[in-house]
């Protein structure tokens, strides 16, 4: 028997490659769309990959079955619960694929979505009767539990998903032996979850000891304790779910048509119509200068992720990259299915050296500068953005700031601010930003910081995009205001 496991750590995602050494056969299971490294892999050991799996309906990336279909004429295998436009093999319940050293055998595990399956992997030539490991998908992580409540817009209730949850855990995992090896699908800094460790395998046993979901209680306790606290889902998530139950063109064939380059005069006649301009250099050197009206979301980051919250899948994407990087940046926007990028700037920001005039610079502070323009006191407090109960809300979430003051927006999420944060400074989420950003006041000062200057970036572009005109962002966000050692305070204290 032979197993690998395959780690993007962008999107915290894991694939596996199986093979039965014997008859020299392979099984691909929650791919990647770019499945160069399978097809590696399986040549070099001589496999040939005849099945790939879906372990649900992924809703953070675009899996690479028909990928691998096409290339090598897989057989597609879903859960039996799963409704698909392609051909695939239903698995039921006690299903299994068998060959002469390894077995693989189906478990329905509904409840971070209801087609959720997992796969029980047997070595036969060690031990026919007792699995080696189990490939848990987004049902059982490392830590953690599948979130239910992703699937709301196809129909199905935290609640009710929730339930199936707890039964497929309760009958289905937890019965296996203490040293069956957990493979999840995802890691930490996935959004599939809330909780998800580092680690990228574990047992059983480990699981049964530490994993909080897993710890004795009722359905109706279960279900609450995993449908609270979960972070912000992308907007691409459904349409993510979506287009892996469709039938869609191969990355290979989306990339063709991306990698074109583009004069600077094509690219202007784009971004005056519904064209996206996409900045994926690194922060520092978007800071320094870039196309005015561009967006930033360095490919140095959490790129796939922030480019399928803040981008509109259906409106054509312009790259500008460094000259080399293009096609990394059309094969991670590829991963989510953001296959509408007519092409990228010829040159880089070098096609813009005959034209100035077109380009901006984001100004930046540091930590201890924006400290000073805020008036900070020696008490910790902020002169600039004292606590104003009685001023308007920004879409709900209260502007903490003197109404002449600027808006420290701290785009970090929830919890992130509650552990600590400037003292008045307002919390809007990245993820929340394009929708709330018309409740932000156009007429004051805006200070934008995030942990350390990634998001931020993101966020000062799409401010200056929508027509801010007074956006300063902090640089090296809330790492850089600590190494400062200038105050903060935590949603605790902040109440008392």
């Known amino acids: 028997m032979f197993l690998k496991q395959y780690y993007l750590g962008c999107l915290a995602h894991a694939s596996y490659l199986l093979a039965d050494e014997a008859s020299r056969t392979a099984i691909v299971v929650d791919p990647q769309r770019d499945i160069a490294q399978y097809l590696d892999d399986a040549e070099q050991h001589g496999f040939a990959i005849r099945h790939v799996f879906l372990t649900h309906f992924h809703a953070d990336f675009v899996a690479g079955h028909l990928e691998l279909r096409d290339r090598c004429g897989a057989a597609i295998h879903l859960g ?62 490392i830590g953690d539990v599948g979130r239910p409540d992703l699937r709301a817009s196809l129909g199905w209730s935290a609640a009710d998903l929730g339930a199936h949850l707890y039964d497929s855990l309760q009958n289905k995992l937890l019965p296996l032996p203490d040293a069956t090896l957990v493979y999840p699908a995802h890691g930490a800094g996935s959004l599939c979850g809330k909780n998800l460790s580092s680690e990228t395998v574990s047992t059983m046993g480990e699981q049964r000891r530490f994993n909080y979901a897993l710890r004795p209680m009722s359905r109706e306790q279960f279900v609450a304790l995993v449908t609270a606290d979960q972070p912000d889902a992308p907007a691409y998530f459904t349409y993510d779910a979506v287009l892996n139950t469709r039938e869609r063109p191969t990355l290979e064939a989306a990339l063709d048509h991306a990698l074109h380059p583009m004069a600077l005069h094509e690219v202007l006649r784009l971004s005056s119509g519904e064209a996206q301009i996409l900045d994926v250099r690194h922060p520092d050197l978007y800071a320094r200068g870039h196309l005015a009206g561009s967006i930033s979301i360095g490919l140095d980051g959490q790129f796939a992720t922030w480019a399928g919250t803040v981008l509109d899948q259906d409106r054509p994407i312009v790259l500008i990259a460094a000259p080399g990087r293009e096609a990394e940046a059309a094969t991670r926007l590829g991963r989510i299915g953001f296959d509408r990028i007519a092409g990228y700037l010829d040159g880089g920001m070098e096609a813009l050296a005959a034209r100035p005039e077109l380009v901006v610079a984001s100004e930046r502070l540091s930590a201890p500068e924006v400290a000073e323009e805020l008036g900070l006191h020696p008490d910790g407090s902020v002169a600039a953005v004292c606590a104003n109960p009685a001023h308007p809300s920004l879409g709900g979430i209260p502007i903490r700031a003197a109404a002449a003051g600027p808006v420290v927006l701290d785009v970090r999420t929830p919890r992130e601010y509650a552990a600590k944060h ?56 809330l790492a850089a205001w600590e190494a400062a050692q200038l105050p903060l305070v935590a949603e605790a204290a902040a109440a008392t």
Do not use: K
């Open 80 to 141: 039996a619960r799963g409704q698909a436009e392609y051909a695939f093999v239903p698995m039921r319940d006690g299903d299994s694929l068998t060959f002469p050293g390894l077995r693989l055998q189906v478990l329905e595990t509904p409840g971070h979505t209801i087609e959720s399956i997992s796969i029980v992997v047997y070595d036969t030539a060690r031990d026919p009767d007792r699995p080696c490991a189990v490939l848990t998908g987004d049902t059982l992580f």
């Open 422 to 477: 400037i003292a008045g400074s307002t919390n809007l989420p990245l993820s929340r930003l394009r929708e709330q950003i018309d409740h932000i006041p156009r007429n004051r000062r805006v200070f934008v910081h995030c942990a350390g200057g990634y998001r931020s970036s993101i966020a000062a572009s799409l401010l200056a995009r929508h027509g801010f005109t007074d956006v300063t962002e902090m640089a090296g966000g």
